[in-house]
């Protein structure tokens, strides 16, 4: 489908890897960075909770971005599926330690590495894991004997820990308590209101390229009406709707493309 031809883009729109200048200025993304980059800057962690589909992994992106590579040792790591092992490797990776070797001795690599304070290059940790809500408590409890998480002193690596909203009841788990308390800042994301919907459909477009906003009134409300201002729902309904105009040759896409759009996307 020539969408390009159709309505002008000049890259497709409503991609899910979205480039940082292209982010949709909202004050909670900007909110949201300010925190979570502040915490790292105070050599302190921070969490970023909130529902599946928000940005949570572009903010994340924005924030690894942010942090100075001339400072900042940053590694960012999809956790689904880690193990313990995969957990202490992300960990020696980020604070310099050399990522091999059988397990006891990596461990203890890193634990001397954290007890030296004259082991340093000057570079500051900060490990960004995402979809944390997906760890096994036993791998997220490997922060602590392999970080100084226990020790008030020093803070040898900033952990941003981000996932969707059964991360906050992992968090309050007693196993996991000298982890949570060590969670300085708590950044949330929601979903967009219906004008905010609208306004982020626009942004998408234009950013792709488009001269005018293909969607009408009535196509903007019903992604809203069915995407609940989910950004991936609203991407997937907006695209797949603009397909659907295209293909009929519709000079824009209204709210019937829309509705057909959610009949083929969730049968
Ligand atoms: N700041 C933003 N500006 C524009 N588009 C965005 C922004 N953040 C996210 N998106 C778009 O929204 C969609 C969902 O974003 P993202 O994958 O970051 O959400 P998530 O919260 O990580 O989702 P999940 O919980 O499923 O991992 C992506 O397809 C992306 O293109
Ligand atoms: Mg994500």
């Known amino acids: 489908m020539?969408?390009?031809?159709?309505?002008?883009?000049?890259?497709?729109?409503?991609?899910?890897?979205?480039?940082?200048?292209?982010?949709?200025?909202?004050?909670?993304?900007?909110?949201?960075?300010?925190?979570l980059l502040g915490a790292a800057q105070r050599r302190m962690s921070a969490g970023l909770i909130a529902p599946a589909g928000t940005g949570k992994t572009n903010l994340l992106r924005s924030v690894a971005e942010a942090l100075p590579e001339?400072?900042?040792?940053?590694?960012?790591?999809?956790?689904?599926?880690?193990?313990?092992?995969?957990?202490?490797?992300?960990?020696?990776?980020?604070?310099?330690?050399?990522?091999?070797?059988?397990?006891?001795?990596?461990v203890r690599r890193i634990q001397d590495k954290v007890l030296d304070a004259a082991d340093t290059d000057g570079l500051r940790p900060v490990l960004i894991l995402d979809e944390a809500q997906d760890l096994r408590p036993e791998v997220l409890g490997m922060l602590a004997p392999l970080t100084n998480f226990d020790m008030d002193s020093r803070l040898v690596l900033s952990v941003i820990l981000a996932g969707q909203p059964p991360l906050a009841a992992m968090l309050r788990r007693a196993e996991l308590e000298g982890i949570a308390r060590r969670i300085a800042h708590y950044a949330t994301l929601r979903p967009l209101s219906r004008d905010e919907t609208a306004a982020y459909v626009a942004h998408r477009c234009t950013v792709a390229g488009a001269t005018t906003n293909p969607f009408d009134q009535g196509a903007c409300d019903a992604i809203y009406e069915i995407g609940r201002g989910n950004l991936r729902a609203t991407d997937r309904l907006a695209l797949k709707a603009l397909e659907l105009a295209a293909a009929k040759d519709a000079s824009a896409v209204d709210h019937v493309h829309v509705v057909d759009a959610r009949r083929l996307l969730w049968p």
């Open 70 to 106: 001339a400072r900042y040792r940053t590694s960012y790591v999809k956790v689904t599926g880690l193990s313990k092992r995969d957990m202490c490797r992300e960990i020696a990776q980020v604070m310099g330690v050399q990522p091999a070797g059988a397990f006891n001795a990596l």
């Open 2 to 35: 020539d969408l390009r031809a159709s309505y002008g883009f000049h890259f497709d729109p409503f991609t899910r890897e979205i480039r940082v200048e292209h982010h949709f200025p909202l004050p909670q993304y900007a909110e949201a960075k300010d925190g």
